[in-house]
């Protein structure tokens, strides 16, 4: 059985770009392309990876950023379609958990989908406290999701 994820744009941004967790996010990538884990995201995804991709540090060029959104779909990353209803259900996450609402959308896929949204954006985590809806890249428990 496969195993599903949602994606943070913050994991896959590490795809393009050298930083900090990028070869956990490359181990993360390379299982989707294997058919090891199925990633799921929201609609708003592929725009947060270009916006990031195109402000500093990163500042990728025209090219760059089409190559970019070339490798997104390819791997079909577009997003799962947002269903009646979703966005009061944003909401009602992004108050309990005091987060923006784009946040809050990848943590309705991830209740939706009953798995756990893998993130690179350790204030989300913090936020959540013990409810393990997601996970951070640098995590142990990462290997066991992917």
Do not use: C
Not at 79 to 94: C, F, S, T
């Amino acid at each position: 059985m496969t195993k599903r994820i949602v994606l943070d744009a913050s994991v896959a941004v590490k795809w393009f770009h050298d930083e900090e967790f990028t070869g956990e996010a490359l181990k993360i990538r390379d299982a989707a392309d294997k058919g090891r884990v199925e990633i799921i995201v929201p609609p708003i995804f592929p725009y947060e990876v270009i916006n990031a991709l195109r402000k500093p540090p990163n500042l990728f060029d025209k090219e760059q950023l089409m190559s970019a959104s070339e490798s997104i779909e390819l791997r079909d990353l577009l997003g799962e379609r947002a269903d009646k209803g979703d966005l009061n259900a944003v909401l009602e996450l992004m108050f309990k958990y005091a987060v923006n609402p784009y946040d809050a959308s990848y943590l309705l896929m991830a209740k939706r989908f009953k798995t756990r949204v893998i993130t690179a954006d350790r204030k989300l985590v913090e936020r959540l406290g013990k409810e393990e809806l997601a996970l951070f890249i640098g995590s142990s428990e990462l290997e066991n999701r992917i």
